[in-house]
């Protein structure tokens, strides 16, 4: 059943009467005006979807009416009819924002035809209309939600910040004042207290490690890189020069291929860092098995790729996929000092470098480290966001 409201507006009132009678039968809910200026009346005071107006009127002509409809009701859809001689006038007509056009005399299925699909076109845009605004106002809610979010994780990140800061001291004077107690009293006490010192001695400097390694995952995330050119070879050098005793007392080979190595545009402190963290879990956790350490480079299109393999004890393919999550520590850990920031500090690093980080089992044992960084860093510093 049709509920449009339409108005009918012709200065003959067979016209009106014929019209109207055939639009009744179709259920739509019809009014008349018998000129120009009071269908504009009725606009005023009440609401319709759709306007048929002659265009040859006198005083307020179809054009005139047309105007006034779409600075009063841009909405309600027009059409217009009238003789084919005024072709020009509907052509403006068209111009001017009517919807579609009849020529007299009128076909009664033509015309019912005509304001079906005009009703249909105004109703669908009137959905999507109605559909954007919601879109747009759930588009508003989701920027307004964003940007609370966005204010929240600010002033987490400086509590956070104030928290890492204001335990770092109060953290080293603990262990400062615990390593003083040992270094007196550790003797004079009996070997159940020396036990308790020993404890407090160690939780102490876990404390001083973790403050440390809180402020450097938040640096990590937030201070812009210092990228230069810097050679690769140089690099893992120094790197093997900073292991070099442990190296050399457990008899671990030092494997690094190719043998020629580029220069490539990076953080060089960072890079160290992650080299560094590499090789100090391969020493960490290798166990008895460990062997030998192997640096490796090679590169694709769009990135250098650096990698530590081991092929001391291993992990699990599992165990890979989620040792870079904050604060992570894998059964292979236990009984192993740390605090699980390592490798997230690593990812966090690599990351501002547009690049991934991850970790491959080896065939029988053992464990692979890698980092890509991308080629195209650029400048003196570059911050991800």
């Given at each position: ?100 056009y009849l020529l007299k005399p009128c076909d009664i299925d033509e015309l019912l035809f005509r304001v079906s699909h005009c009703l249909e076109k105004r109703n669908l845009l009137q959905l999507l209309t109605e559909q954007n ?36 001291a109060p953290a080293i004077s603990l262990y400062g004042l615990a390593k003083l107690f040992v270094k007196k009293f550790d003797a004079l006490l009996p070997e159940k207290g020396h036990s308790y010192c020993t404890q407090f ?34 690099l893992i050098e120094l790197t093997r020069e900073e292991f070099a005793l442990q190296l050399d007392a457990r008899r671990i080979k030092w494997v690094v291929e190719p043998k020629e190595l580029p220069a490539i545009m990076a ?119």
């Amino acid at each position: 059943m049709h509920n449009n409201k339409i108005l009918i507006v012709d200065d003959k009132q067979q016209t009106l009467d014929s019209l109207a009678k055939e639009l009744i039968r179709e259920e739509y809910v019809v009014t008349c005006a018998i000129n120009g200026q009071e269908a504009i009346t009725r606009l005023r005071n009440n609401h319709y979807d759709l306007v048929i107006t002659n265009l040859m009127m006198p005083g307020v002509n179809g054009i005139g009416l047309l105007r006034e409809i779409k600075k009063t009701a841009p909405e309600t859809s027009v059409i217009i009819f009238t003789a084919y001689g005024d072709m020009n006038s509907v052509i403006d007509a068209l111009r001017l924002g009517a919807d579609d056009y009849l020529l007299k005399p009128c076909d009664i299925d033509e015309l019912l035809f005509r304001v079906s699909h005009c009703l249909e076109k105004r109703n669908l845009l009137q959905l999507l209309t109605e559909q954007n605004h919601s879109l747009k106002k759930e588009i508003a809610e989701r920027q307004r939600l964003e940007e609370e979010l966005r204010e929240h994780a600010e002033k987490i990140k400086l509590f956070s910040y104030s928290i890492a800061h204001d335990i770092k001291a109060p953290a080293i004077s603990l262990y400062g004042l615990a390593k003083l107690f040992v270094k007196k009293f550790d003797a004079l006490l009996p070997e159940k207290g020396h036990s308790y010192c020993t404890q407090f001695l160690h939780s102490s400097q876990q404390i001083v490690i973790l403050v440390d390694q809180i402020n450097s995952y938040m640096s990590a995330k937030e201070i812009p890189l210092n990228l230069e050119r810097i050679q690769l070879q140089q690099l893992i050098e120094l790197t093997r020069e900073e292991f070099a005793l442990q190296l050399d007392a457990r008899r671990i080979k030092w494997v690094v291929e190719p043998k020629e190595l580029p220069a490539i545009m990076a953080d060089k402190m960072a890079i160290l860092r992650v080299m560094r963290n590499y090789v100090d879990n391969a020493l960490k956790y290798g166990g008895e098995e460990l062997h030998a350490i192997a640096v490796n480079y090679k590169q694709t299109p769009k990135f250098h790729i650096l990698s530590v393999g081991n092929d001391g004890t291993g992990i699990t393919q599992h165990e890979c996929e989620t040792i870079f999550e904050l604060f992570r520590r894998e059964k292979s850990s236990q009984g192993i000092k740390g605090t699980g920031l390592g490798l997230a500090i690593v990812r966090e690093i690599i990351k501002q470098h547009k690049g991934e980080v991850w970790a491959e089992p080896g065939e029988k044992k053992g464990v692979t480290f890698y980092m890509s960084i991308a080629k195209n860093l650029q400048g003196k510093s570059y911050v991800t966001t």
